[in-house]
């Protein structure tokens, strides 16, 4: 089973900014899309970011579009996300996941491996 670890979650105002890491070590990375997807209590898993795998072009939800950036380092076989201006509505535990030529970025089911996440809460 491939092993994704995520790390970085924590406890932070609102407004504030934190940064996660997904690393996954025995990964073929530069041939998966990337994605961070968030789940909070009794909701959905829902999709946050991805960068695709061929080109690493970013996608967002719109909720997180100019306050968070997915970046990624092939070499590290790792992703980052950047959250700034967080917000109460930002509490969940993110997940990173990984999708072996990937297309359809947003799709969970998509998705070969995920990570067991991170959590985020935000305070107001």
């Known amino acids: 089973q491939m092993q994704l670890v995520e790390s970085g979650g924590g406890l932070v105002q609102a407004g504030g900014s934190l940064r996660l890491s997904c690393v996954a070590p025995?990964?073929?990375?530069?041939?998966?899309?990337m994605g961070w997807f968030r789940q909070a209590p009794g909701k959905e898993r829902e999709f946050v970011a991805a960068?695709?795998?061929?080109?690493?072009?970013?996608y967002y939800a719109n909720s997180v579009k100019g306050r968070f950036t997915i970046s990624r380092d092939n070499a590290k076989r790792t992703v980052y996300l950047q959250m700034n201006s967080l917000e109460p509505e930002d509490t969940a535990v993110y997940l990173c996941?990984?999708?072996?030529?990937?297309?359809?970025?947003?799709?969970?089911?998509?998705?070969?491996?995920w990570g067991q996440g991170t959590q985020v809460t935000v305070s107001s």
């Open positions: 996941a990984a999708d072996y030529k990937g297309i359809r970025y947003y799709s969970k089911d998509d998705y070969d491996y």
């Open positions: 960068s695709t795998w061929s080109t690493s072009t970013t």
């Open positions: 025995g990964l073929t990375f530069n041939v998966y899309t």
